[in-house]
């Protein structure tokens, strides 16, 4: 990257973090505790079990932490955010650490614009934001960027706890009836999700389900 695409991302960084640029949704006191600067332990998990695998797509990638921590064990990864300022940001910290991921300012209920397909997909934390009524045009075009026998891993919060202070917005039942048609959920599983705050932790979801033909 050249030195004054650097110093532009530099300055962008500088503004957000002095609150001149927020977005609408960097304004959600709950949900910029979303952005951790560590990679969500979850899918540290996920990566050392081997459920990742070829192409991969991070979809709402914030900064970019899961990505950057994707592409520094050697994958190729692609990350989206309808946010500019988080976009940004990620260009600059994968510039910092060297780390070649291809960040993309980008709206996740249309991409198939992208025209690109992958093997995996990964969602920490935005499906479970999306209204219910837009769920299905998200699963609609997560479908079609996904090849037949890629997976999706999504981590989400959950109502299952019923001493959960956190979001609480989805279960599995619910999960269960979204991926029917064309999916194959082969797991879900009860994670911690981290935030901001080290004690806020919220009790989770995660789940991995297969795009079928
Ligand atoms: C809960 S945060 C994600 C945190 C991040 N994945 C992580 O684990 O640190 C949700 C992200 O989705 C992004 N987002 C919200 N609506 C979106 C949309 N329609 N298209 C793309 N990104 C979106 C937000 O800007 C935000 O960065």
Redesign the pocket.
């Given at each position: 990257m050249s030195r004054s695409s650097l110093e532009k991302l530099e300055s962008i960084d500088q503004g957000v973090k002095r609150g001149w640029e927020m977005t609408h949704?960097e304004e959600q006191q709950e949900?910029s505790k979303?952005?951790?600067d560590k990679p969500?332990p979850a899918l540290i998990d996920l990566e050392k079990s081997g459920a990742i695998r070829g192409e991969v797509l991070d979809?709402?990638?914030?900064s970019g932490?899961?990505a950057l921590y994707l592409a520094s064990q050697g994958y190729s990864v692609t990350g989206?955010?309808?946010?500019p300022t988080?976009i940004a940001r990620a260009l600059l910290k994968a510039s910092k650490r060297n780390l070649k991921v291809k960040f993309l300012l980008?709206?996740?209920?249309k991409i198939e614009i992208l025209g690109m397909t992958f093997d995996t997909v990964i969602d920490?934390?935005?499906f479970h934001?999306f209204p219910r009524e837009t769920r299905p045009q998200y699963l609609d075009s997560l479908h079609q960027v996904l090849r037949p026998g890629g997976i999706y891993h999504v981590l989400c919060s959950s109502e299952d706890d019923l001493g959960n202070e956190g979001l609480k917005q989805t279960t599995k039942d619910e999960l269960e009836q979204y991926f029917q048609k064309g999916w194959e959920i082969t797991n879900i599983s009860r994670i911690m999700l981290e935030t901001r705050e080290q004690e806020n932790w919220d009790w989770g979801l995660l789940a991995s389900i297969l795009r079928l033909t």
């Open positions: 949704f949900q979303w952005e951790t969500q979809i709402g990638c914030c932490e899961n989206i955010d309808s946010s988080l980008f709206d996740s209920l920490c934390g935005l934001s």
